[in-house]
């Protein structure tokens, strides 16, 4: 059976809803995620036979005029289904990002704390940071506004996209069935993400207007 996505308001969500989050096994205590839904405006949900597989928090909105996908928080349960369930939560963001802003560029960020999680913005162009690629002053600047979105900035560092502490209240949750199959280059994005004192690393990436309509089609 297909992996099943449900986008709803997140006002809208139940506590035993919030409870079966919790209780998938991820990276996110009830406690955070009761406060993911009154931080963030929607929830999307993967299921499959009736069972709870992923979900995310997020929000569609204009930064200075430019349409964003922030993803708040993400989690994938632990299974032989992650990587569809993955591409699922995705592909319904970027469906709503289609209705909401077409004909638009539009700019998608979030928080990672290891590299696995890249996997989910591999369909994004320009993703900063990235290998061998210095980031010049308007990618830094894009650093920095979604730092203050994400209510990090206090312990942000614009050079290097690293959240140095206490940057953990939400990212993207998702453990790679292959880690071997990830690129040293990639792996080594994260090496001054300090896991112990809850660091993460900012990353962004655009989906130009003529991609989302593929990307978001159904």
């Given at each position: 059976m297909?992996v099943?996505?449900?986008?709803?308001d997140?006002a809208a969500?139940s506590e035993?809803?919030?409870?079966?989050m919790?209780a998938?096994?991820?990276?996110?205590?009830?406690a955070r995620?009761?406060t993911?839904?009154?931080?963030w405006?929607?929830?999307?949900t993967?299921?499959?036979?009736?069972?709870?597989?992923?979900?995310?928090?997020?929000?569609l909105?204009?930064?200075?005029g430019?349409?964003?996908v922030?993803?708040?928080l993400?989690?994938v349960?632990?299974?032989?289904k992650r990587?569809?369930?993955?591409?699922?939560?995705?592909?319904?963001a970027?469906h709503r990002?289609?209705?909401?802003?077409?004909?638009?560029?539009v700019?998608?960020?979030?928080r990672?704390?290891?590299?696995?999680g890249?996997d989910?913005?591999k369909?994004?162009?320009?993703?900063?940071?990235?290998?061998g690629?210095?980031?010049v002053?308007?990618?830094?600047?894009?650093?920095?506004?979604?730092a203050?979105?994400?209510?990090?900035?206090?312990?942000?560092?614009?050079?290097t996209?690293?959240?140095g502490?206490?940057?953990r209240?939400?990212f993207?949750?998702f453990e790679?069935?292959?880690?071997d199959?990830?690129a040293?280059?990639?792996?080594?994005?994260?090496d001054?993400?300090?896991?112990?004192?809850?660091g993460?690393?900012?990353?962004?990436?655009?989906?130009m207007?003529?991609?989302?309509?593929?990307?978001?089609?159904?």
């Amino acid at each position: 059976m297909s992996v099943e996505v449900e986008t709803r308001d997140c006002a809208a969500l139940s506590e035993a809803e919030i409870e079966d989050m919790a209780a998938m096994g991820g990276a996110f205590d009830l406690a955070r995620l009761n406060t993911a839904k009154e931080e963030w405006v929607l929830c999307t949900t993967a299921t499959e036979s009736g069972k709870l597989h992923g979900f995310t928090f997020s929000t569609l909105e204009r930064i200075g005029g430019t349409p964003c996908v922030l993803i708040g928080l993400l989690s994938v349960k632990r299974s032989g289904k992650r990587d569809a369930v993955l591409k699922g939560l995705m592909s319904e963001a970027f469906h709503r990002a289609l209705m909401a802003f077409p004909d638009e560029d539009v700019v998608v960020g979030s928080r990672f704390v290891s590299a696995d999680g890249l996997d989910a913005f591999k369909q994004l162009s320009e993703l900063i940071p990235r290998p061998g690629h210095r980031a010049v002053g308007e990618e830094r600047a894009w650093g920095r506004r979604l730092a203050r979105r994400f209510g990090v900035d206090a312990n942000y560092d614009e050079k290097t996209f690293i959240v140095g502490k206490k940057g953990r209240s939400g990212f993207l949750d998702f453990e790679s069935a292959k880690p071997d199959k990830i690129a040293p280059d990639i792996v080594n994005l994260f090496d001054g993400v300090m896991s112990s004192a809850g660091g993460s690393l900012i990353v962004h990436g655009w989906t130009m207007a003529e991609d989302l309509v593929k990307l978001g089609r159904r």
